[in-house]
Nanobody, 123 residues
């Protein structure tokens, strides 16, 4: 499984970008997908996620500015980013998680990651 992210680029402060992510093949038992941002020397942090029930989750800094959408069962998500700020700069990685139920045993979680797309916001 490969997650292919696209849509990054250079934008001025206050501008907008839309990121997209799609899987190269169907992910069995997919439960949620999301976007994580990574900057040099820092851990990846969640920006936004969407699950199969349509529930969304946003980082505090993304609320009111970013919107995640897509079709989890088709393994595709988008992230509309508005009012971008220099602090939003980073590599945005797409993640997909499957959760498989094993009767009589614990649930198993599998995370898939894309290579990321660079977003640079200039001041």
């Amino acid at each position: 499984v490969q997650l292919q992210a696209s849509g990054g680029g250079l934008v001025q402060s206050g501008g907008s970008l839309t990121l997209s992510c799609a899987s190269s093949e169907n992910i069995v038992d997919i439960n949620n997908m999301g976007w994580y941002r990574q900057t040099p020397g820092q851990r990846r942090e969640l920006v936004a996620s969407l699950d199969v029930d349509g529930q969304t989750n946003y980082a505090g800094s993304a609320i009111g500015r970013f919107a995640i959408s897509g079709d989890i069962r088709k393994n595709t998500i988008h992230l509309q980013m508005n009012s971008l700020e220099p602090e939003d700069t980073g590599v945005y990685h797409c993640m997909a998680q499957s959760i498989t139920d094993h009767p009589g045993d614990a649930l198993s979680h599998t995370d898939y990651w894309g290579q990321g797309t660079l977003v640079t916001v200039s001041s």
